[in-house]
């Protein structure tokens, strides 16, 4: 079989066990703390935690993973050895508490001896003991089931199955959080496969674990303890690379003796097919003994290695949506990049031509991964145009090394080698290969010193949150009912007083129910009154605690004593509620704009819905041109006339379709709400969908409040573009009446400009072009009138040189018309008189200017233009300097000026 054929052979055996096939999630994660999806269980975490229920109770895929950042780092390792790498997917079946450890683990057993037929005596398997300070109980239901496995296979349980601590076989997802003991599987790839486990867990090549199965039946909470899961949970992974290499390897597991590597299988040598065409070198697979005298073979079967992986990872986060940047995980992916460009310069590739291998990574990956097809030209455009970029760098880079060589013979300081890391994107390894071939070697602990400062500012930088399975008895407070969808509700809505509050110096009530929506997915809290039979408080702002509570800051100071279960009539400020809906409306038209116009890869990095203008953040690896932008702004307003329905249903999250847009780092419950602009709705139901009989251009997820039809809205005008950060963009916009205000400012500025121009307002721009081309004429006719006045200028001074010694003095008062000019003027006379020395001076506004020039005679004499200049500012109130040949300075006694440069002439003349 080759790659394709065993991911589906998995796909397909669980599938007949009942599983349904899901696919990969993105490899920008929803959990917290992670960079990237790092493993499969990333997307089944709500269903870990309780956040929602999963529509199946058992699933079999293969994820998408990245490790290179953060916990997980296997960047510096990618290309030494045989089986590191930054991409790779992970098989894994789930049971969400259905089945448990015997169908997991005598499914595994079944899939690995009987349909992939692996020798069941080269299998060893490994179960949690604890060790002493560990965690729970020896996993005995899992020891039982694998004794009677290997004793129906007729072999030595005592011999097959290792018990190991925490280290090996207890998985946790964090400090807190879901856990529980696993089972790992270890396959012996030795000649003769004899090893009796002696080989399992001690980091050997030659015997590897391939498959884990965790048993989630804990949960880890903050003060130390682990409690039983209400619901037990089967997480398993096996490393697909790893696998298929092993496979490739072994000839299908039928000839042992080989070392394994997971770069021996089709995934990869279809891609150094490629590369071996582009470069002429062939790959031979060879590795070497350390990271330091490489051969010329070795080093270009490292280059190999290392090319064909990062670019499958800069090809899959790419197409999900994460672009190289400065920061998180946008810079990891930058330097990864950077990586693979100095690497394929040491396979022998030419400077620029890493995009063009791109499609033999999406031949391989495409069919099962298809956002990777659908987003081809966006990868290539974007590793192209970073690898144009860091080209223009990497001189500079190498010529900071070259001076490092230079000052630091023998070693190159760490903080050297972490500034060409961390500025130039010089990897640790490839700066160690590079000082080797100049004798030199490289302060690691110094680098590795660095790199933990590196990492300390991250940390510190970083949001961290317990992870926390939710448990229905939690929390006494009750969740403040929203009621504000429905407009009869917006204003004189009778509700109750629950609770009031005053947080540093702010002041809250809290109501049963209302209409007020608070600050959530970048829409502004509402503003409004909430009324009792005698007072009247104003709601200045209206956010949401982690309670679900709804508070309702008001300017008033408050009795609290006195208003809990006080009857309130409330009222929104519905002219400021409709013009925030018009902007949120217009920002979800525009997000769909963007993604038709500049590609699919396009993702919300952020927005702001006021009732003024919107903003919104996204993720792209250019500057939007004005076509782009003038073709987005009309497609927007186009979709705004046609008057489209927006309208909204509530769907289990699992079940939203596929055309759905959800933001990246958002959590969502079981229920979530979707926005459909464009679809099919009925009027009666304020534009809730029963069903969803015609989808519309336009569908997000969002709690947001809206506008009912599009044509409320007015129109849009994009009013900027631009880059906030690296692979960044912002747009903002106006909608409503602050466009149509801007529209009129900008229309009576034309006409303003035709009547001063004497033209209609459509001609403005034609003529106004006229009109500077002959200012530009003019200029250019009066600079040369300038130049020669300054020609004739010049041969005036001449004439009225006055010698001193040897030399020839001009020292005069001028008049030009800029400071610039008074320097061309001196050098002109310079060149004239001969050996001597030209000070001159003017005046500009109020402000004084000088100039000196010494010829090298005169410099040979003593005389220098700097100390000139010093002494002559001196005497007008400034300062000034320069070099013995040519110097400037300035002053602000204009009208000492001509008395100065008098006295100074005068006192040449005497000596």
């Known amino acids: 079989m080759n790659s394709s054929e065993f991911r589906q052979s998995f796909l397909d055996f669980f599938k007949s066990k009942a599983h349904e096939i899901v696919p990969s999630a993105p490899l920008l994660p929803t959990a917290p703390n992670l960079l990237f999806t790092n493993a499969g269980m990333n997307q089944f975490i709500p269903y870990f935690l309780g956040e929602r229920t999963p529509t199946a109770t058992r699933v079999a895929d293969t994820q998408k993973c990245i490790r290179a950042g953060g916990k997980h780092n296997d960047l510096e390792d990618v290309g030494f050895d045989t089986y590191h790498h930054t991409f790779f997917e992970m098989l894994g079946n789930w049971s969400f508490g259905d089945y448990f450890k015997q169908e997991a683990l005598t499914w595994s057993w079944e899939l690995l001896t009987q349909v992939w037929k692996i020798p069941p005596e080269r299998l060893y398997a490994t179960v949690y003991k604890p060790d002493p300070g560990d965690p729970a109980e020896a996993d005995l239901e899992a020891l039982e089931i694998w004794k009677s496995i290997f004793h129906e296979a007729g072999l030595d349980p ?439 116009v500049l590609g699919n890869h396009i993702r919300q990095a952020g927005s702001l819905v006021a009732p003024e203008y919107l903003r919104f953040d996204f993720s792209h690896f250019e500057a939007v041109t004005s076509e782009q932008l003038a073709t987005i702004e009309a497609m927007v307003n186009e979709r705004i006339i046609r008057n489209d329905a927006v309208a909204w249903y509530e769907i289990p999250y699992d079940q939203k379709p596929d055309d759905v847009v959800a933001v990246f780092g958002e959590k969502y419950g079981d229920e979530v709400r979707v926005v459909d602009i464009g679809a099919e709705a009925d009027v009666s139901t304020n534009y809730r969908l029963m069903h969803r009989a015609s989808p519309g251009y336009s569908a997000e997820l969002c709690g947001g409040t809206h506008v009912l039809a599009t044509g409320e809205i007015g129109s849009l005008k994009i009013v900027s573009e631009s880059s906030i950060s690296a692979g960044t963009r912002r747009i903002e916009a106006v909608v409503g009446a602050p466009a149509f205000n801007l529209f009129q400012r900008d229309h009576n500025q034309i006409v303003r400009l035709g009547q001063l121009l004497s033209c209609p307002p459509d001609e403005v721009e034609t003529r106004l072009q006229s009109t500077l081309k002959d200012k530009a004429d003019l200029e250019k006719r009066l600079k040369a009138s300038e130049q020669k006045g300054v020609a004739a200028l010049a041969g005036d001074l001449k004439n009225n040189a006055i010698s001193g010694g040897d030399l020839s003095w001009v020292v005069e008062v001028v008049k030009v018309s800029s400071p610039n000019d008074l320097r061309g003027l001196g050098a002109q006379v310079q060149k004239s008189v001969g050996p001597g020395v030209v000070i001159l001076g003017a005046t500009f506004g109020d402000k004084v200017t000088l100039v000196a020039l010494c010829t090298s005679e005169a410099n040979a004499a003593g005389i220098q233009a700097g100390q000139l200049i010093r002494d002559l500012t001196s005497k007008l109130d400034g300062k000034g300097g320069g070099k013995p040949d040519f110097a400037m300075g300035g002053g602000k006694a204009v009208d000492k000026l001509p008395e100065v440069l008098r006295q100074y002439k005068k006192s040449i003349s005497s000596s």
Request: glycine share 8%.
């Open 158 to 596: 005592a011999v097959h199955v290792i018990q190991c601590g925490k280290k090996d076989n207890f998985w946790m997802m964090g400090d807190t959080g879901p856990c529980g003991p696993c089972s790992e599987i270890h396959i012996d790839c030795t000649e003769k496969g004899d090893t009796k486990g002696s080989l399992v867990n001690q980091d050997s090549a030659w015997c590897m674990e391939i498959w884990n199965n965790v048993f989630i039946q804990f949960n880890a909470t903050p003060e130390g303890s682990y409690e039983p899961l209400p619901a037990k949970h089967v997480d398993t992974g096996m490393g697909f690379e790893r696998v298929a290499g092993v496979a490739a390897t072994t000839d299908q597991f039928t000839r042992f003796g080989e070392l394994p590597s997971n770069y021996n299988s089709d995934l990869f040598t279809d891609i150094f097919k490629v590369l071996t065409q582009m470069s002429g070198h062939p790959y031979g697979a060879t590795l070497p003994e350390s990271g330091q005298g490489l051969s010329e073979t070795e080093l270009k079967d490292c280059a190999f290695r290392v090319v064909a992986d990062h670019l499958r990872c800069l090809s899959t986060a790419i197409a999900d949506g994460i672009l190289p940047g400065n920061e998180g995980r946008n810079y990891v992916i930058r330097r990864i990049l950077r990586r693979a460009v100095l690497w394929a310069e040491r396979a022998g590739l030419e400077k620029g031509s890493l995009a063009s291998i791109v499609p033999s990574v999406i031949e391989k990956l495409g069919p099962v991964f298809p956002e990777l097809q659908q987003q081809q030209e966006i990868i290539e455009k974007v590793i192209a145009s970073e690898e144009s970029a860091f080209n223009r760098t990497l001189d500079r880079g190498i010529q900071l090394l070259e001076r490092a060589f230079e000052d630091h013979p023998g070693e190159i300081p760490g903080e050297k080698a972490f500034e060409l890391y961390d500025t130039y994107g010089f990897p640790l390894d490839l700066t160690q290969l590079m000082a080797r071939e100049k004798g030199h070697t490289v302060d690691e602990a110094g680098f590795a010193a660095e790199m933990e400062k590196q990492r300390q500012r991250a940390r510190a930088a970083q949001k961290k949150e317990d992870i926390l399975v939710q448990k229905d008895a939690e929390a006494g407070t009750i969740q403040t009912q929203f009621v504000g969808f429905e407009p009869a509700n917006l204003t004189d809505f009778s509700t109750t007083i629950t609770k009031s509050l005053s947080l540093e110096e702010k002041h809250y009530l809290v109501l049963a129910e209302t209409p007020f929506y608070a600050e959530m997915g970048g829409q502004l809290g509402d503003t409004g009154t909430i009324s009792t039979d005698d007072t009247s408080y104003t709601v200045i702002d209206t956010v949401k605690d982690s309670s679900g509570q709804i508070l309702h800051q008001v300017k008033e100071s408050l009795d609290a004593a006195s208003l809990d279960g006080t009857a309130v009539t409330v009222s929104v400020d519905v002219v400021r509620r409709q013009a925030i809906q018009r902007n949120h409306t217009a920002t979800h038209i525009l997000n769909w704009a963007l993604r038709e």
